[in-house]
């Protein structure tokens, strides 16, 4: 029932009630007025007629004056009732920001239509805002609610019919009623992208916004509402894998990737618990290649059943849960623990963006510096271009903590991402390590040995330390050497070992 069905009920209700409690008191009129008579006769004794009906009708017309008034007033009182809730079911049904359904109306609508796609089949897209955290950060949360307004705005100009709720936070759910076929979907989904993409002023600035969409079909893929929201969330994700700003439906392989997730997500989950996990621990080199600087802490996991497994299986699954900062939290304490009896002047720890948006990752690593008895001055946090660093956001506080208590940052795979010079012109680093793809193709690559050259003169100049990762070679060692590295690490020099076979070479040394 939408607002005027609902004013024109209430009017009706409140008429009808009015009506009938005008007939009542005009009953309880009557017995009043005969009172006043009879009052009126007791008092005088034997009063003219006359008077007698002018008292008994000035009481009537008083009372019914003072009724008029009170019904006027209830029937004032009755509308303003009736409008409140109406705003109220208003309130309950939409989302005050964006004017979308709201979720709990969206998802009985979803349920109402996945019911009836054996007769109509329906398309349905989740729809995600691409960087609104950035966005609120950097241009304040009215930025970020104006984006959100535009994408339901813009849906709604590219696909008039289509019902738009918001699912929570950035997140949206699009009904396309009627579309049976993928590919209209995705031509649907891209269109609405298109639009989004073109520039909005917002925040007094010129602004290209972008969204990520995740398509499934009912009957198609499912015909229960909340595993159709599942499968294209499946879709939204892989979209958001392979680079954002895209639309992607649902395939059959997804499910399986999926499913081998949660078995890593499980097992992994057990194994920190159970402390299966292992550290490897790489050695890194001064300028001459041969005096111990420090190491590098790698994690590895070699299962009971299914063997080694892979940090690149594994590291990724945990970054989309909690489990991240467990793992990342047992790495830095088994390394601190470990670290006496390496003997190593420094250790460094890998850390992902995802920990470092946790806004108590600084103090839980002071924590495990203070718990271990290890200096913060024997750490290196190594970090890449990945982590989105911004003045006083989170990332960068935590980082800033990190350095308070003595903790070195790197940059780690420096020249893989394309934000390099800005991070070298807006942030401090004390270490830059050189990606291994720089140093796979020195010899052959002119260019390559070029920037080598000026990423090393950039540290003499900064007097920051310049790692050559991944050597492997005596000619890429030499080169490097040549262009000013002033550290080394690789498999020529040094391959990650356990604690145990490091202590093994250090006693046959």
């Not at 002018?54 to 008029?68: D, E, N, Q, Y």
Request: charged fraction near 25%; include cysteine; aromatic fraction near 6%.
């Amino acid at each position: 029932m939408d607002k005027v069905e609902s004013r024109t009920a209430a009017t009706i209700l409140i008429d009808r009630h009015t009506r009938i409690a005008a007939i009542a008191i005009g009953f309880m009129a009557l017995p009043v007025g005969l009172m006043v008579l009879a009052l009126l006769h007791q008092g005088v004794g034997n009063p003219p007629a006359s008077l007698m009906v002018g008292a008994a009708a000035v009481s009537m017309i008083v009372l019914f004056a003072l009724l008029r008034g009170s019904f006027v007033l209830l029937r004032r009182n009755l509308y303003l009732f009736a409008d409140e809730r109406i705003a109220a079911a208003d309130r309950a049904r939409l989302d005050t920001l964006t004017g979308a359904l709201s979720r709990a109306v969206f998802l009985e609508t979803l349920k109402l239509e996945v019911a009836g796609s054996s007769r109509a089949p329906i398309a349905y897209l989740q729809a995600d805002m691409d960087h609104l955290k950035a966005l609120n950060d950097g241009d304040g949360h009215a930025a970020g609610d104006a984006a959100l307004l535009h994408l339901v705005r813009t849906i709604r100009m590219v696909v008039p019919d289509a019902i738009v709720g918001r699912l929570g936070g950035d997140e949206f759910g699009v009904l396309l009623p009627g579309c049976e076929d993928k590919q209209e979907a995705l031509q649907i989904g891209t269109a609405v992208l298109t639009a989004f993409n073109r520039p909005i002023g917002i925040a007094g600035r010129e602004l290209r916004l972008s969204a990520t969409i995740g398509v499934a079909l009912a009957p198609e893929d499912s015909t229960y509402p909340d595993e159709l929201i599942a499968l294209a969330d499946l879709a939204l994700y892989e979209a958001k894998r392979t680079g954002r700003g895209r639309v992607v439906a649902f395939d059959k392989e997804m499910q399986i990737e999926a499913r081998h997730k949660r078995f890593v997500k499980r097992e992994l989950r057990a194994a920190i618990l159970l402390d299966e996990l292992d550290l490897h621990y790489q050695p890194i080199f001064g300028a001459d290649a041969r005096t111990l600087v420090g190491h590098e802490a790698l994690v590895r996991w070699q299962h009971k059943v299914r063997g080694t497994v892979p940090p690149s299986e594994f590291i990724h699954v945990a970054e989309e849960s909690d489990l991240i900062n467990r793992l990342g939290e047992w790495v830095l304490r088994r390394a601190c623990l470990d670290l006496p009896a390496l003997g190593t002047p420094s250790m460094s720890i890998n850390v992902s963006a995802v920990q470092l948006r946790r806004p108590e990752f600084a103090q839980r690593f002071g924590a495990i510096l203070a718990e271990t008895g290890v200096s913060g001055q024997k750490i290196t946090v190594e970090i890449t271009e990945t982590v989105p660093l911004q003045s006083n956001a989170v990332e960068d506080l935590n980082l800033k903590a990190l350095r308070a208590m003595g903790v070195r940052v790197a940059i780690d795979d420096f020249g893989a991402g394309h934000a390099s010079l800005q991070y070298l012109k807006k942030f401090s680093f004390d270490i830059i390590k050189i990606d291994r793809s720089y140093i796979n193709s020195l010899a052959e690559s002119p260019v390559d040995h070029v920037l080598v050259k000026a990423i090393c003169e950039i540290g003499r100049h900064s007097n920051v330390d310049i790692v050559a990762e991944g050597v492997e070679t005596e000619e890429q060692l030499r080169m490097l050497k040549a262009a000013g590295c002033s550290r080394f690490q690789g498999y020529l020099l040094g391959r990650p070992m356990p604690l145990r076979r490091q202590l093994a070479m250090t006693e046959a040394a």
